[in-house]
């Protein structure tokens, strides 16, 4: 199982920095995408990055989203900036064997993190 940490609340316009890791299994030998799910609404992508590194964004991630890799912290990071109210959501993170959006192909999930952006 994965776990996942560093939502909470913060202004419109802030940072957040959230992170992924597990305790039983390496996450290096696995893509690790996150996703999030906001009330009333399905789950979606946000980013994902595959085993050699290679990061992945959907259209709301792209520019304002950076995902990244510590191999010796067995974690993975979600750096978000410049936050908007559109963007709450509890984020969660999961481990398959390649990237993609598809919510079904990701086999280890995590209770994700709660993230509200807000004033």
């Known amino acids: 199982q994965v776990v996942e940490s560093g939502g909470g609340l913060v202004q419109p316009g802030g940072s957040l920095r959230l992170s992924c890791t597990a305790a039983?299994?390496?996450?290096?030998?696995?893509?690790i995408g996150w996703f999030r799910q906001a009330p009333g609404k399905e789950r979606e992508g946000v980013s994902c990055?595959?085993?050699?590194?290679?990061?992945h964004y959907t259209d709301s991630a792209k520019v304002r989203f950076t995902i990244s890799r510590d191999h010796a912290k067995n974690t993975v990071y979600l750096e978000m900036n410049n936050l908007k109210p559109e963007d709450t959501a509890r984020y969660y993170c999961?481990?398959?064997?390649?990237?993609?959006?598809?919510?079904?192909?990701?086999?280890?999930w995590g209770q994700g993190t709660q993230v509200t952006v807000s004033s």
């Open positions: 039983d299994f390496t996450l290096k030998h696995y893509a």
């Open positions: 999961a481990a398959d064997l390649g990237c993609g959006w598809d919510v079904h192909e990701f086999d280890y």
């Open positions: 990055i595959s085993t050699d590194g290679t990061p």
